[in-house]
């Protein structure tokens, strides 16, 4: 489990990004924006879902590529969709911006939004901790529907930085690479 | 999102449109799950083959489809993509389903 560092911003953004992408607040256009930066951050080979590989990308498969991609793919689309459903709505959150910093062992998302302070009890993270179900004792109704994105998060990346800016959220997310796939 | 559902004997096996099961389709997702429980069916096989990605937010709508089916009815999991499973193993969903690497023979 990664530290969770409240108000440390990494040290990364004082450069300007490699990659920026600022989304509407729909839940419709977080897979699109998911792929765009995931793609941005060099991962054209292991972008494609469920098998086949994209060609024109400059990371060979079995690299680690696929399970790097796929982490973080995971880790951006809950953090995106954290932001969608629990902020508060369009009214609060009118746009949400990624940002992505490419650097030869790690990579940084930011994850923007102009809503509201996340309340602290909403950055409990919930999953197997939180879970003392009795999966033995077969309750349907004890089982979670759901609470489990900052659990996949903090298990899909290395670091998770939360920061409150001026009138902004800020969701850091760094995923470092493994020597055989360092690309740039 | 258009499931293709094949029934053969008393069972359905349910096949997801993918690439993904998000937040952006978890709700329809559940609603055509519940619909197809709700006219009967009682033993469901989700096929995951074509799905290279689910969130919490899907992993939610089949643990909800799940519920609905209620103790006396079987929803099971087959083919799960090696990103899929691992989110269903990090929420320890894959002691609650029983998940397949085919779709079991009847």
Known sequence: MPCQHPDAVPAVVARAPDFELAIANDIRAVPGAVDRTISAAGFCDALSLGGGAVPGGGLAAGSGAEDIAADLRLALAEALNNVVEHGGGPASVTVIRLRLWREAERLTICIEDDGPPVPAERLEPHGPERAAVDFASCDLDSLPEGGWGLMLIAASVDRVHRHRGAGCNLLFLEKRLPETIRAT | ?106
């Open chain 2, 1 to 106: 999102m258009q499931l293709s559902v094949e029934r053969s004997g008393g069972r359905c096996v349910v096949g997801l449109p993918g690439p993904r099961l998000d937040a952006a389709v978890a709700a329809e997702f559940k609603r055509g799950i519940v619909e197809l429980i709700d006219t009967g069916a009682d033993a469901i096989v989700l096929d995951f083959g074509a799905v290279g990605f689910i969130d919490s937010s899907g992993l939610g709508a089949v643990v909800g489809a799940y519920k609905h089916l209620g103790p006396r009815g079987k929803l099971e999991i087959a083919c799960l993509s090696p990103a899929v499973r691992k989110v269903f193993a990090l929420t320890r969903m894959d002691r609650v389903f029983t998940i397949h690497d085919a779709v079991p023979a009847p």
